[in-house]
């Protein structure tokens, strides 16, 4: 069985950059997606749609991604859960 060590201060310093990570990357996500909308006053036409909506699916699966990273203390639980079992 794996022996796990966690240094609670580093853990909640790591916890802390991670928020700010995940926060940032969707707010870069809901920004691009702004952009992307916006060019429908000059970018129009089948390919114009396609692209919105390809890019408007992926962008929902990143974002997606990044909010359920927004509970570290639930994903570190797993990772520890994880070693464990090994």
């Known amino acids: 069985m794996a022996k796990v060590y966690v240094d609670p201060t580093v853990m909640l310093e790591w916890k802390t950059q991670m928020d700010k990570i995940n926060k ?3 707010s870069s996500i809901d920004e691009i997606n702004s952009a992307i ?3 429908n006053d ?7 749609t396609k692209y919105e909506e390809s890019f408007g699916e992926f962008a ?7 909010e359920s990273l ?5 994903f570190l639980d797993t990772i520890v ?6």
């Open 24 to 26: 940032d990357c969707i």
């Open 81 to 86: 859960s994880v070693m464990e079992n090994q």
């Open 60 to 66: 929902k699966k990143v974002k997606s991604s990044h």
């Open 70 to 74: 927004r509970n570290v203390e639930s």
């Open 42 to 48: 000059s970018f129009q036409g089948d390919y114009a």
């Open 37 to 39: 909308t916006k060019l």
